[in-house]
Nanobody, 123 residues
Framework: ELQLVESGGALVKPGGSLRLSCAAS????????MSWLRQAPGKKVEWVAG???????YYADSVKGRFTISRDNDKNTLYLQLNNLKTEDTATYFC?????????????????WGQGTQVTVSS
């Protein structure tokens, strides 16, 4: 059974940093393309970043240069380093498993997401 458990969300001031983690189990993590999504209150889900099994990274323009996605295949863990946070980064962040052969910015079905972790950027 697929399990994705996010952690690391917090209240942080603009310009601050956070590192989100996602512990994965129930599927071959090291061979799977993974991504982060986010959803702000009242807004649609937004694709944030993705990382292929071999480590190739992809970013939404809104976070490029500020966020870094990474993975530790030995620990079955996905990470998202968030730097220079802005108030518009406030959202629930979700870790997702992505099926083979789809576009890198695909938003997977809800059953392939974790439960989410809240990031609030406010002074």
């Amino acid at each position: 059974e697929l399990q994705l458990v996010e952690s690391g969300g917090a209240l942080v001031k603009p310009g601050g940093s956070l590192r989100l983690s996602c512990a994965a189990s129930g599927f071959p993590f090291s061979k799977t393309y993974m991504s982060w999504l986010r959803q702000a209150p009242g807004k649609k889900v937004e694709w944030v970043a993705g990382i292929k099994a071999v480590g190739t990274q992809y970013y939404a323009d809104s976070v490029k240069g500020r966020f870094t996605i990474s993975r530790d295949n030995d620990k079955n863990t996905l990470y998202l380093q968030l730097n220079n946070l802005k108030t518009e980064d406030t959202a629930t962040y979700f870790c997702t498993k992505v099926a083979d052969g789809v576009a890198v910015y695909t938003i997977p079905p809800r059953h392939d997401w974790g439960q989410g972790t809240q990031v609030t950027v406010s002074s």
